[in-house]
């Protein structure tokens, strides 16, 4: 079956911890995403890949980093600076920019 | 400023009483309209894509509808499965989806 996969689904992390979160996809798409979703507000982008090697910030880039080495996959660390990271996190794939396709999620708790 | 906003916030509906959600949009030079369902704890399943005022689409209970300042999701006959959360986006002019916060809808049977 075609789509994208999260792991974990759940993930809990402890103070000044670095946590990394998996994302693939076998749906041979260029782009992928990554979105944070708080209770009460829209999807927020973090950051985003249209190439492999290559990726942009988002709009709340600040504590997290990516790395783009395969066309099929884009794991998200988020790291001890984000000092908010409790949140529902999704992936996203796209063949072009316009229609995305998202994973499960995966829900980062800090102790 | 590229903005979408969605209302209501939340819906409570009978089995069979048919209504509309709304998303409001402000984007210069529409590049798609993007309809999403998301259930609880789970990814936004994609629904449908308008892309020009006046183009409408169907998926069973749902019709998506499109003018120059807002798009409309019709529930017909909504059964309780259709309980969800309903999320709009547009494609921003930064190159990226612009979310609206999303109507979260309640069908009781």
């Known amino acids: 079956d075609g789509g994208i996969t999260q792991s974990p689904k759940y993930l809990f992390r402890k103070e000044g911890q670095n946590v990394t979160l998996s994302c693939e996809q076998n749906l041979n798409h260029d782009a992928m995403y990554w979105y944070r979703q708080d209770p009460g507000q829209g999807l927020r982008l973090i950051y985003y890949s249209q190439i492999v090697n290559d990726f942009q910030k988002g709009d709340i880039a600040e504590g997290y980093s990516v790395s783009r080495e395969k066309k099929e996959s884009f794991p998200l660390t988020v790291t001890s600076a984000q000092k908010n990271p409790t949140a529902f996190y999704l992936c996203?794939?796209?063949?072009?920019?316009?229609?995305?396709?998202f994973g499960p999620g995966t829900r980062l708790t800090v102790l | 400023e590229d903005q979408v906003t969605q209302s209501p916030e939340a819906l409570r509906l009978q089995e069979g009483e048919s209504s509309s959600l709304n998303c409001s949009y402000t984007?210069?030079?529409?590049?798609?309209l993007f309809w999403y369902r998301q259930d609880p704890g789970k990814g936004p399943e994609f629904l449908f894509t308008l892309y020009s005022a006046g183009e409408e689409k169907e998926k069973e209970r749902l019709k998506a509808t499109l003018t120059k300042k807002e798009s409309f999701l019709h529930i017909t006959a909504p059964k309780p499965e259709d309980s969800a959360t309903y999320l709009c986006?547009?494609?921003?002019?930064?190159?990226?989806?612009?979310f609206g916060k999303g109507t979260k809808l309640s069908v009781k049977p």
């Open positions: 986006a547009v494609w921003g002019s930064q190159g990226n989806l612009i």
């Open positions: 996203a794939s796209a063949a072009d920019t316009y229609e995305q396709f």
């Open positions: 984007v210069s030079g529409l590049r798609g």
